[in-house]
């Protein structure tokens, strides 16, 4: 440790180790990087009780406004709070010019890729893609072939994970095209802070992100369907028991917009309507939280009473704007993913900005001998499935589940992808009285109306165990507050 | 607003309405078993069980005790006041965007005192607290549902839930009441009979408003006058009915379609009929059969909100 930092220092790192994984907040030598010196300061200058103090007062806080999450499988206490760390992770201006550039060059492109597959599958016929990858897809969605979608946007509303390697390069881990979720804990992490540190945060001078549900409305406003210049926009949640319903009514409250459930639309003559007090009334507008599959009993699972019968059919007729679009999930498919640079080059002749985990196609003979030889060093991941779950993690698991993963490949390799175990970055995080470094990502949330809109954050996601990798916040994760720097 | 939210606000309201008439009428019976008087406990009992509309499962066994810890928490009983506060918070969890964050604070609460150890605890040593406890949770409920929520549809679909309740318990109350009540005219001198009418009237919190109104000078026929006919007091059935005729007045403007005549019709004669009768005609004639009318047109009045509001059929808004 650097002499010219002060001695309270010291006693706050304590056995803060580092190692080969990038530290968010300290150099390979033990300095702390530059942005970081205001927060370590304060943190170093103020008395343990009052830290503490503090991260009592943002517990209150966080239960008092009932920010929750449920837990499947449990009968009991399902709602549980949502685990959060005191210190906010830093990102610089010039860090988040790099991710904000790439990310709109990516959704960008995979928007292109989307309309391409679903109309005139230009690049399936230049054999840049490979056809069967794309017709193996879970998530593709025959019933959206030659579907026009409102201003050719596929993906309103996207969250892709980051994470940040060695060299301190940030790379995109998976996009979700689907219905990301956790922008609520944005918010309110955010809200929380600003109340907890209020000087440091002030001093700072950190870009804002409170404007997100007046952006994600003006993006919803921005679809509807021709000749609704008063559009009624709704959220559609799967209802009381999904995991993010603290989220959909969050947003739905923050919008002022209606929260409907699938029993509370009827669909007419093509026209989507909600049953209201005064009668129904038509749906222009719906922000749906709710699975492809889920949707329409009468086009998807025939045993969902989630969603809508006939609302795909109202879709199809330029009724209604459902968003995101039906069969997006194809794009975020762990198997395409991997050409996602291919993609980018092939619609926008470009690099791309930033760049892929490397990625085993389990389908080819080759990459897939590889992978099996070497099952303990890697992770293998279930291509469509999300939030942690189907996963197996080579260097934490056991010979037996490695044996089980084995054959699940060798029985369906098209279902997985291996990617070589990332030593993504750590950031501090306060563990009892002491930092601590704990693995985090970044999940910035992306909108696409009439252009690409990115608020000046995310979620950044924290395994909150030692050494743990996982950040799902189904499977232990938490979260902390992201400041952009000016 | 949303028909499901209506529905849900509504019947948040009469839960919690509900819960609160039975403690209420709980802590009023054991008060009476105190006195030694000619009617048994099993009496009171059943009498209570009555007015709750005779509920499964809640047969005298002898224990008032245990009998009493079955009513405030049984869960399983569909008339156990945790049974209600559990309902209520389930519908207003369901329209949490609704509410303000007050009103879902103090709902959830009471939820958690009905369902920590502490509140058995208390149940032992003092019965009494512990149902003031509930009550006190209800009322601040109400208090912050009328100062932190706008008084939109939402909140008259609220007002609808508890007007109708009270207005269908307390015609029970007083069916349950009236056939050795409003009968005997001869005065007992004994001061037992004078327990059993302020029990009446504390069942619906209005000893002291009637006082105020009558002096305390206790008689059956203005007890039935006013608990029914008052247009003043807010647990007097009349004064309810007032209610649910405003909520839907005011649901009909803010929301510009007109009530069906049908529901207008049927509120208005129950409001004709509290308005324009003598507490003396009541008594002369069938008066259980009055109360038991009151019953069943607010029961109507429920079907055809349900079915105007919540549950109409497609082609009917269709074509409106």
Redesign the interface.
């Known amino acids: 440790m650097s002499a010219s930092q002060p001695v309270e220092m010291d006693s706050l790192f304590g056995d803060y180790p580092l190692d080969n994984a990038f530290d968010e907040m300290r150099e390979a030598t033990g300095e702390v990087r530059p942005h970081y010196r205001a927060l370590a300061e304060t943190l170093a200058g103020l008395p343990q009780e009052e830290l503490q103090r503090r991260k009592q007062s943002a517990d209150l806080s966080f239960l008092t406004q009932g920010i929750t999450f449920t837990v499947y499988g449990r009968d009991e206490g399902t709602e549980r709070i949502f685990p959060y760390d005191l210190l906010p992770r830093l990102v610089t201006a010039e860090e988040w010019d790099r991710i904000e550039r790439g990310l709109t060059q990516r959704i960008t492109a995979l928007n292109h890729f989307l309309r391409d597959v679903y109309s005139d599958e230009k690049i399936l016929n230049d054999r840049v893609v490979p056809r069967e990858l794309v017709y193996s897809c879970k998530h593709y969605r025959r019933q959206m072939r030659g579907l026009q979608v409102p201003r050719n946007v596929y993906i309103a509303v996207v969250g892709s994970d980051l994470l940040r390697l060695n060299t301190g390069e940030y790379v995109v881990l998976e996009d979700n095209l689907r219905v990301p979720s956790g922008v609520s804990y944005m918010l309110t992490n955010r809200r929380v802070m600003k109340r907890t540190f209020p000087q440091l945060f002030h001093s700072y001078g950190v870009r804002p992100i409170e404007h997100y549900p007046q952006l994600l409305l003006a993006t919803l406003r921005s679809l509807a369907p021709e000749g609704r210049p008063e559009p009624n926009i709704v959220l559609l949640t799967p209802g009381v028991f999904n995991s993010a319903y603290f989220e959909h009514t969050y947003l739905a409250r923050q919008m002022g917009i209606d929260l409907v459930e699938g029993r509370d639309l009827v669909t007419h003559d093509n026209i989507v309507y909600m049953r209201t007090t005064d009668g129904l009334k038509r749906v222009d507008v719906i922000y749906r939280r709710v699975d492809d599959d889920f949707s329409d009993p009468l086009i998807f699972r025939v045993d969902s009473s989630l969603g809508c019968a006939g609302l795909f059919n109202a879709y199809r007729a330029g009724n209604v704007t459902v968003t995101n679009a039906f069969g997006t999930g194809l794009a975020d498919d762990k198997a395409v993913y991997a050409y996602v640079p291919d993609i980018i080059r092939y619609y926008l002749d470009e690099d791309a900005i930033l760049p892929n985990v490397k990625t085993f196609i389990l389908s080819e003979e080759k990459q897939r001998k590889h992978v099996l030889a070497n099952l303990d060093k890697l992770v293998v991941k279930a291509v469509g499935e999300s939030g942690g779950y189907g996963m197996l993690i080579g260097t934490q698991s056991t010979a037996r589940q490695r044996e089980e993963f084995a054959r699940q490949i060798e029985a369906n390799p098209r279902n997985y992808i291996a990617q070589p175990t990332l030593d993504f970055s750590r950031a501090p995080c306060l563990i009892g009285n002491r930092l601590e470094p704990r693995h985090v990502d970044l999940r910035p949330y992306v909108l696409f109306g009439d252009k690409v809109n990115i608020v000046p954050g995310g979620l950044t996601r924290v395994a909150l165990e030692r050494g743990s990798l996982v950040v799902n916040s189904s499977q232990g994760g938490g979260s902390k507050d992201t400041w952009v720097l000016e | 607003?949303?028909?499901?939210v209506?529905d849900s606000l509504y019947w948040m309201s009469r839960y919690l309405e509900r819960a609160e008439n039975t403690v209420r009428q709980l802590d009023v019976t054991m008060g009476l078993m105190l006195d030694t008087s000619d009617t048994s406990a099993e009496t009171r009992w059943q009498r209570m069980m009555a007015s709750l509309g005779n509920p499964e499962g809640m047969e005298w066994n002898g224990d008032l005790e245990s009998m009493a810890r079955k009513l405030v928490f049984d869960n399983l009983s569909p008339v156990s006041v945790t049974f209600c506060v559990n309902g209520a918070r389930e519908n207003a969890?369901?329209v949490?965007?609704e509410i303000s964050?007050e009103q879902?604070?103090r709902l959830?609460r009471l939820y958690h005192q009905m369902h920590s150890p502490h509140a058995q605890a208390q149940f032992r040593t003092s019965i009494n607290d512990a149902l003031a406890s509930v009550i006190d949770g209800i009322h601040l409920f109400k208090g912050v549902s009328d100062t932190t929520m706008i008084h939109g549809?939402g909140w008259q679909?609220i007002r609808l839930g508890r007007y109708l309740e009270r207005a269908y318990a307390t015609a029970t109350l007083l069916e349950v009441y009236q056939a050795d009540m409003f009968q005997e005219h001869e005065q007992d001198h004994s001061g037992y009979q004078y327990l059993e009418l302020v029990g009446l009237l504390r069942c619906c919190t209005s000893f002291e408003a009637y006082c105020q109104v009558y002096t305390a000078d206790l008689s059956p026929a203005r007890i039935l006058e006013f608990l029914l006919l008052n247009r003043d007091f807010p647990h007097a059935i009349r004064y309810t009915v007032d209610g649910i005729r405003h909520a839907i007045e005011s649901?009909q403007r803010t929301?510009?379609?007109r009530p069906p005549e049908e529901l207008t019709a049927v509120i208005g004669r129950l409001h004709a009929m509290l308005g324009y009768t003598s507490v003396g005609e009541i008594l002369a004639g069938d008066t259980a059969a009055f109360l038991h009318s009151i019953r069943e047109q607010s029961m109507r009045i429920h079907e055809l909100i349900y079915r105007y509001?919540?549950q109409?059929s497609?082609q009917s808004?269709?074509a409106?």
Request: hydrophobic share 35%.
């Open positions: 607003m949303l028909s499901r209506g969890r369901q949490r965007e964050s879902w604070q959830n549809q679909f649901i929301g510009g379609r509001y919540v109409y497609i808004a269709l409106t």
